[in-house]
């Protein structure tokens, strides 16, 4: 008894030791990777901003739906970039006590609270857009032209300035704004230019609906890796079949169970899984090659790992009362 308890304390110490070695290392790197992508966001937010009361009072001037459609994605765009900023803030903080993992979700509630806006942003137009294409109002093609121009070269300098940045979650959730808008703006556009050259003032409505479609496609695709996320599924990209094997050809390692993987955040993945090996003595050599195996070949920075004597294990599956008197 005294002896496998020791065994077991002396494993939880070691390993507890090269786990806080390797986590340290990647909040790091986390750290200065939530910080760029913070400024980045700060950057296409004020940028956005300024040019959303532009547009606004071009759109009531003008008359035009699509003028203004694309002033409310703006002013969308604008707050779903301070809800990106505001996020990849939150993401870079440190750990605390209530808080053990850091706040990397943040990125992840981020992108949420941006989809579900969205689709109400679309529900929005496409109503307007509808109740237009029944009564269509004059418009004037020229200033819907002119305005709609501006905010497309907006639109490509943020959205540029965007993918260039780090590719999270939060910030494709901000990116999907920026691109529904500047969708938005070339509806403008080509709206502007139909009805200026003397086309029917119709093409303004149809053409906001036809963004509204473009833009549920890519709200919907990032819906569903959210939702991933939050429910705790398997990262894309990692099969848990292969990682199973891969870990397996370790020497001295059986065979693993109560396998879990997991996101902490779109960029950081966690494993955990108890690890039948030959003897525990061997545990000290094994550790390392483990974490060396998920962090270059899957990327997982974050594992807890459980060495469990292989022959024990046999053992206890033949007789049902085995584990309590060990």
């Given at each position: 008894?005294?002896?496998?308890?020791?065994?077991?304390?002396?494993?939880?110490?070691?390993?507890?030791?090269?786990?806080?070695?390797?986590h340290s290392h990647?909040?790091?790197?986390?750290?200065?990777?939530?910080?760029?992508?913070?400024?980045?966001?700060?950057?296409?937010?004020?940028?956005t901003?300024?040019?959303?009361?532009?547009?606004?009072?071009?759109?009531?001037l003008?008359?035009s739906?699509?003028?203004?459609s694309?002033?409310g994605?703006?002013?969308?765009?604008?707050?779903?970039?301070?809800?990106?900023?505001?996020?990849?803030?939150l993401?870079?903080?440190?750990a605390?006590?209530?808080?053990s993992?850091?706040?990397?979700?943040?990125?992840?509630?981020?992108?949420?609270f941006?989809v579900?806006?969205m689709?109400?942003v679309?529900?929005?137009?496409?109503?307007?857009a509808?109740?237009?294409?029944?009564?269509?109002?004059?418009v004037d093609?020229?200033?819907?032209?002119?305005?709609?121009?501006?905010?497309?070269?907006?639109?490509?300098?943020?959205?540029?300035?965007?993918?260039?940045?780090?590719?999270?979650?939060n910030?494709?959730?901000a990116?999907?704004?920026?691109?529904?808008?500047?969708?938005?703006?070339?509806a403008?556009?080509?709206?502007?230019?139909?009805?200026?050259?003397?086309?029917?003032?119709?093409?303004d409505?149809l053409?906001s609906?036809?963004?509204?479609?473009?833009i549920l496609?890519?709200?919907?695709?990032?819906l569903?890796?959210?939702?991933?996320?939050?429910?705790e599924?398997?990262?894309?990209?990692i099969?848990?079949?292969?990682?199973r094997?891969?870990?397996?050809?370790?020497?001295?390692?059986q065979?693993?169970?109560?396998?879990?993987?997991?996101?902490?955040?779109?960029?950081?993945h966690?494993?955990?899984a108890?690890v039948?090996i030959?003897?525990?003595?061997?545990?000290?050599?094994?550790?390392?090659?483990?974490?060396?195996?998920?962090?270059?070949?899957?990327?997982i920075?974050?594992?807890?790992?459980?060495?469990?004597?292989a022959?024990?294990?046999?053992?206890?599956?033949l007789?049902?009362?085995?584990?309590?008197?060990?």
């Open positions: 008894m005294s002896a496998h308890s020791h065994d077991h304390h002396d494993h939880s110490h070691s390993h507890s030791h090269s786990h806080s070695h390797s990647s909040h790091s790197h986390s750290h200065s990777h939530s910080h760029g992508s913070g400024k980045v966001l700060l950057f296409a937010l004020i940028f901003g300024a040019f959303a009361v532009v547009e606004v009072v071009a759109g009531l003008a008359n739906l699509a003028l203004l694309d002033a994605h703006m002013l969308t765009d604008s707050l779903s970039l301070a809800v990106g900023a505001f996020a990849a803030w993401a870079s903080r440190p605390s006590r209530q808080h993992f850091g706040l990397q979700r943040a990125e992840v509630l981020g992108a949420l941006n579900i806006f689709f109400v679309v529900a929005f137009i496409a109503w307007e509808v109740e237009r294409l029944f009564d269509t109002p004059e093609g020229g200033a819907v032209l002119l305005v709609g121009g501006l905010g497309l070269l907006v639109n490509v300098i943020v959205a540029w300035v965007l993918m260039r940045g780090e590719q999270n979650m910030v494709r959730g990116l999907l704004h920026v691109m529904g808008d500047l969708l938005g703006s070339v403008a556009v080509a709206a502007g230019l139909i009805i200026y050259l003397g086309g029917p003032s119709i093409m409505p053409l609906l036809l963004v509204c479609v473009l496609v890519s709200a919907v695709r990032l569903r890796a959210v939702i991933r996320v939050l429910m599924g398997v990262p894309q990209g099969e848990p079949a292969e990682v094997s891969v870990l397996a050809e370790v020497d001295g390692v065979a693993l169970h109560d396998l879990h993987i997991w996101s902490l955040s779109s960029n950081k966690a494993l955990a108890h039948d030959d003897s525990l003595a061997q545990w000290p050599q094994v550790l390392p090659q483990l974490q060396t195996l998920l962090r270059e070949r899957f990327g920075s974050h594992s807890t790992l459980q060495p469990e004597d022959a024990l294990a046999g053992r206890c599956e007789d049902a009362g085995c584990a309590a008197s060990i």
